[in-house]
């Protein structure tokens, strides 16, 4: 009995390496990729905070305004919210939650998702302050980028700016309001009171942002330089769309319905899905709505949206009648050269939903080129993913702290400086520049989980702190990760058939030990 025991745990090891060196290890990156969420806290830090080289700060934000604005997440390298992006990665985050939330608690992973969700919607609450007022961002992007010191030093100002009626901006509102509603769906199975409260937010947020039209940058132009917005009915519908999910409210539906048309819905045939275009997410959401048989009078208009949507999955998987989204030699997405690889991102993910929505309505894609199975569409996500880990060109990890490989030179202020707690003398704005961002040497801390610029339309990566187009991470590119991280785990053979998940709570999430090899 022992001996056959001994046998079956020793070949239940060795399958787990084979199928390790075969393929990679996402329950590893899903983990990592949340790590990155901590590591940009802003704020004071809870006792649980797993990052250790990260102290508290930006414990005045909003003073000078007399409004709380603690909290909330620094965009990337930089300590400027920007509120736009911050939204954008909290519905990412959330819709990844929403669609695999299965397998994130399979991976012991749900209540860390759960609490890097909620360190976003618990700031957006204090930032939604009034019905028709929504600060939209601390701190101001020239002066901090003018420094580099850590967060926890940080001297620069900490200006805060506000939307109200007099100074609308319908994309970052309708994003928040979007980020708030799929952020309710995700809550909803583990604190319904919180959800409930999110709901309320998003409604007010819809509506200050439809009844406001306006571009946000025209009220905040210090985020103009850095995320210009190029329009906001995309975020409109998104905002709508997801109201809709998580209410069921027809009225929401007939939003998007009526005005598919007026606000580029169903025009709009993209390439792009990013913090700054939603239409692509839009028209997969409402796919998912007429392949459910939920379309009812609006069946029409959907299959409208669902013509986009397959333009953008076609366009992505290069069954688009020549009109395709480039790839690099080495297979990955190249949609810009600032920052690419979280458009790769951001494209994986949705397209590994839209082939699980198409999978479950036991339907397939219908590109000009050939008809696209959904488990097809699912490789080609895949791909971008394993690019990301490492299988490209360069044969690194663009997630840092992945793998054998990944950059060490992360252009990222936090990271390149020395922690406070090692190094407990303030480092000024421009001596930073001198001691810390010109140093050859590698960081001195590790921006775990963070997807970094990565390569040019070549695969060529060069691991330079100043070269921040390629080696700057941010929150935008993570966030569809985890999401995608963990469905992709659900499909290794070894994990797919897990335990019923039990309920988790955000910081109380049980854990269970790894399955192979402690539980045979
Ligand atoms: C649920 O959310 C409410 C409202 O935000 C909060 O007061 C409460 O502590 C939460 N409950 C748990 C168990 O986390």
Same mark, same amino acid.
């Given at each position: 009995m022992m001996n056959s025991r001994r046998i079956f745990t020793t070949l239940i090891l060795v399958l787990t390496i084979i199928d390790a060196s075969l393929g990679f290890d996402y329950k590893e990156a899903v983990d990592k990729s949340l790590l990155f969420f901590e590591a940009q806290r802003s704020g004071k830090l809870p006792w649980n905070q797993?990052?250790?080289?990260?102290?508290?700060?930006?414990?005045?934000?909003?003073?000078?305004?007399? +409004?709380?604005?603690?909290?909330?997440?620094?965009d990337a390298g930089d300590h400027v919210k920007f509120g736009l992006p911050m939204a954008y990665s909290v519905t990412m985050l959330s819709w990844g939650a929403i669609e695999y939330g299965r397998s994130m608690m399979d991976v012991n992973q749900m209540g860390h998702v759960l609490n890097a969700i909620k360190w976003g919607t618990d700031y957006f609450i204090k930032a939604h302050s009034q019905p028709n007022v929504l600060w939209g961002q601390v701190g101001d992007g020239d002066s901090d980028h003018y420094c580099w010191e850590r967060a926890e030093d940080m001297s620069t100002p900490r200006t805060a700016y506000k939307l109200d009626p007099e100074h609308p901006g319908s994309d970052l509102a309708g994003e928040t309001a979007a980020a708030m509603a799929a952020a309710a769906i995700a809550f909803r199975p583990y604190n319904s009171s919180y959800s409930d409260l999110l709901l309320v937010h998003a409604k007010q947020l819809f509506w200050f942002a439809d009844r406001f039209r306006g571009l946000f940058t025209n009220s905040i132009p210090s985020a103009k330089e850095f995320y210009t917005s190029s329009g906001y009915s995309d975020e409109l519908l998104w905002a709508a769309t997801w109201l809709h999910r998580?209410?069921?409210?027809?009225?929401?539906?007939?939003?998007? +319905?009526?005005?598919?048309?007026?606000?580029?819905?169903?025009?709009?045939?993209?390439?792009?899905?990013?913090?700054?275009?939603?239409y692509a997410g839009v028209q997969i959401l409402?796919?998912?709505?007429?392949?459910?048989?939920?379309?009812?009078?609006?069946?029409?208009?959907?299959?409208q949206y669902q013509a986009k949507a397959n333009y953008f999955a076609c366009a992505c998987h290069q069954k688009n009648e020549g009109y395709n989204a480039l790839l690099t030699p080495g297979g990955l997405l190249y949609l810009h050269e600032w920052n690419n690889m979280q458009y790769a991102a951001s494209a994986a993910f949705l397209l590994a939903v839209y082939?699980?929505?198409?999978?479950?309505?036991?339907?397939?894609?219908?590109?000009?080129?050939a008809n696209v199975q959904p488990q097809e569409l699912l490789l080609f996500a895949k791909s971008q993913a394993d690019y990301i880990l490492g299988k490209n060109p360069k044969s690194m990890s663009y997630i840092v702290g992945y793998g054998q490989t990944y950059p060490i030179h992360v252009h990222h202020r936090g990271a390149s400086i020395a922690s406070i707690f090692v190094l407990h003398l303030?480092?000024?704005?421009?001596?930073?520049?001198?001691?810390?961002?010109?140093?050859?040497?590698?960081?001195?801390?590790?921006?775990?989980?963070?997807?970094?610029?990565?390569?040019d339309k070549n695969d060529k990566f060069d691991?330079?702190?100043?070269?921040?187009?390629?080696?700057?991470?941010?929150?935008?590119?993570?966030?569809?990760?985890?999401?995608?991280?963990?469905?992709?785990?659900?499909?290794?053979?070894?994990?797919?058939?897990? *335990?019923? *998940?039990?309920?988790?709570?955000?910081?109380?999430?049980?854990?269970?030990?790894?399955?192979?090899?402690y539980f045979y």
């Amino acid at each position: 009995m022992m001996n056959s025991r001994r046998i079956f745990t020793t070949l239940i090891l060795v399958l787990t390496i084979i199928d390790a060196s075969l393929g990679f290890d996402y329950k590893e990156a899903v983990d990592k990729s949340l790590l990155f969420f901590e590591a940009q806290r802003s704020g004071k830090l809870p006792w649980n905070q797993r990052v250790k080289w990260r102290g508290d700060s930006g414990l005045y934000d909003g003073y000078q305004q007399k +409004v709380n604005l603690v909290g909330g997440y620094y965009d990337a390298g930089d300590h400027v919210k920007f509120g736009l992006p911050m939204a954008y990665s909290v519905t990412m985050l959330s819709w990844g939650a929403i669609e695999y939330g299965r397998s994130m608690m399979d991976v012991n992973q749900m209540g860390h998702v759960l609490n890097a969700i909620k360190w976003g919607t618990d700031y957006f609450i204090k930032a939604h302050s009034q019905p028709n007022v929504l600060w939209g961002q601390v701190g101001d992007g020239d002066s901090d980028h003018y420094c580099w010191e850590r967060a926890e030093d940080m001297s620069t100002p900490r200006t805060a700016y506000k939307l109200d009626p007099e100074h609308p901006g319908s994309d970052l509102a309708g994003e928040t309001a979007a980020a708030m509603a799929a952020a309710a769906i995700a809550f909803r199975p583990y604190n319904s009171s919180y959800s409930d409260l999110l709901l309320v937010h998003a409604k007010q947020l819809f509506w200050f942002a439809d009844r406001f039209r306006g571009l946000f940058t025209n009220s905040i132009p210090s985020a103009k330089e850095f995320y210009t917005s190029s329009g906001y009915s995309d975020e409109l519908l998104w905002a709508a769309t997801w109201l809709h999910r998580a209410t069921k409210d027809a009225s929401y539906l007939k939003y998007v +319905v009526d005005n598919a048309a007026s606000m580029g819905g169903t025009g709009w045939a993209v390439k792009e899905f990013s913090w700054d275009n939603k239409y692509a997410g839009v028209q997969i959401l409402l796919s998912k709505v007429l392949m459910d048989g939920d379309g009812g009078s609006y069946t029409a208009t959907l299959k409208q949206y669902q013509a986009k949507a397959n333009y953008f999955a076609c366009a992505c998987h290069q069954k688009n009648e020549g009109y395709n989204a480039l790839l690099t030699p080495g297979g990955l997405l190249y949609l810009h050269e600032w920052n690419n690889m979280q458009y790769a991102a951001s494209a994986a993910f949705l397209l590994a939903v839209y082939s699980d929505y198409l999978s479950a309505a036991k339907s397939v894609l219908k590109c000009p080129d050939a008809n696209v199975q959904p488990q097809e569409l699912l490789l080609f996500a895949k791909s971008q993913a394993d690019y990301i880990l490492g299988k490209n060109p360069k044969s690194m990890s663009y997630i840092v702290g992945y793998g054998q490989t990944y950059p060490i030179h992360v252009h990222h202020r936090g990271a390149s400086i020395a922690s406070i707690f090692v190094l407990h003398l303030v480092v000024g704005c421009v001596q930073g520049f001198d001691a810390w961002y010109r140093r050859p040497q590698a960081n001195p801390n590790i921006i775990h989980g963070g997807l970094v610029g990565g390569p040019d339309k070549n695969d060529k990566f060069d691991d330079d702190r100043s070269n921040y187009e390629q080696t700057e991470p941010t929150m935008s590119g993570t966030a569809p990760l985890v999401g995608l991280f963990s469905k992709l785990h659900s499909m290794n053979p070894n994990h797919a058939a897990g *335990p019923t *998940p039990t309920k988790a709570q955000p910081n109380t999430c049980k854990f269970r030990q790894t399955k192979v090899l402690y539980f045979y």
